[in-house]
């Protein structure tokens, strides 16, 4: 039970350092919350046999490391949104050419009355 936590707080303590420093940076905080748990579980349970090992210690200086970045990036990054103007251009001017495409199509050719719906 004891290396099997501690293999799942590893696993969660990588992903959670690798999430860390993505962009998606707020994502790191549900494998860092999985990696604590198992981690403070398997420390338990090596402490009560009386062997500690260093990996579990290790597992917790990568979680630590993993929420201290994204601790930073969520207070330090902004995200600003400047000139939408050119984005709305961009958009009037995309719908204007799919309305000139439609316009374009020969639809009245088509007879519906043909075709045979059976239910």
Known sequence: MKNIL????????VLAVILAVLPLSNLAI??????????????????KTGEVKKIIQFTFLLT????????????YNTNE????????????????EAIEELNELDIDDIEIEDINIEE
């Open 81 to 96: 949104v400047t000139n939408t103007e050119t984005l709305e251009n961009k958009e009037i001017k995309s719908e204007e």
């Open 6 to 13: 501690t293999i799942l707080a590893i696993i969660a303590s």
């Open 30 to 47: 549900i494998p860092s919350i999985i990696a604590l748990v198992c981690g403070l579980i398997a420390f338990y349970l090596s402490k």
């Open 64 to 75: 630590i490391i993993a929420l201290a970045i994204t601790t930073y990036k969520s207070l």
